[in-house]
């Protein structure tokens, strides 16, 4: 993560530029619509980056398992049901929670798990963001109402390598 940067791109695909850029970016396309939203984890003594796209209702997390465009492997991640308008990586950590225009919000390990839904009774999310220690998530709704959850973390989290 610290050695790469991503963007997401309105003709449906998704650009990862290597090291400091000095290298044409890897392209990813084939996704079902633009992408809305990226995410980075930032675990500490992870071996590969681990990305996080979301495009409609799929969230896809990305390891690259060696150089190049090729040596990413997707991980699809389907359970919302409408358009995932946030990603937001637990600190320190491979949680990822996605939060959908559905009403729901998803928490994930770093292997594509469902962890745990967190569901809101708002008319669907459209921002995240969690405390810097991990315990609370925060979400904003398309009404401007906030909603805060409690999150333990997972008791054990294996590295997706």
Request: proline share 7%; aromatic share 6%.
């Given at each position: 993560p610290g050695n790469h940067l991503a963007c997401g791109l309105l003709d449906c695909s998704l650009l990862v530029w290597p090291q400091a850029c000095r290298e044409h970016p890897w392209q990813f396309s084939g996704f079902p619509a633009k992408v809305r939203h990226l995410a980075w984890s930032d675990q500490p003594g992870r071996?590969?980056?681990l990305l996080a796209s979301a495009s409609k209702e799929t969230v896809i997390l990305w390891t690259?398992?060696?150089r190049g465009s090729n040596a990413w492997r997707p991980e699809p991640l389907f359970w919302h049901e409408r358009r995932v308008n946030?990603?937001?990586f637990m600190p320190g950590s491979n949680v990822l929670a996605s939060a959908s225009s559905d009403g729901t919000v998803a928490l994930w390990d770093g292997r594509g798990q469902l962890l745990q839904p967190l569901e809101g009774e708002g008319p669907g999310f459209n921002v995240l963001?969690?405390?810097p220690d991990g315990r609370h998530?925060?979400?904003g709704d398309a009404q401007g109402q906030w909603w805060l959850w409690p999150v333990a973390a997972p008791a054990h989290e294996e590295q997706r390598q």
């Open positions: 071996l590969a980056p690259q398992v060696s946030a990603l937001a963001t969690w405390r998530l925060a979400a």
